[in-house]
């Protein structure tokens, strides 16, 4: 199985869409647990590195390097 690579603030989309409709979300914390943030509703969300992992779906945009 190859792992995602994923960074602090890309942009993600999940295999479900969140309630309000959106699909992608910002990574916005990175560790053990990884927390997401809705770009549709501002809500976050904390989960596991390993759930998050299998819960997405693809990186849609790179965060900037700075």
Do not use: Y
Request: glycine fraction near 6%; charged fraction near 35%; charge should be positive.
């Amino acid at each position: 199985m190859t792992d995602k690579e994923f960074a602090l603030g890309d942009i993600v989309e999940m295999k479900k869409q969140h309630p309000c409709g959106e699909n992608r979300w910002k990574i916005i914390r990175m560790g053990m647990d990884v927390r997401i943030k809705c770009l549709g509703c501002q809500h976050s969300v904390m989960l596991p590195r390993k759930d998050f992992s299998k819960k997405m779906k693809r990186i849609l945009e790179k965060a900037p390097l700075s």
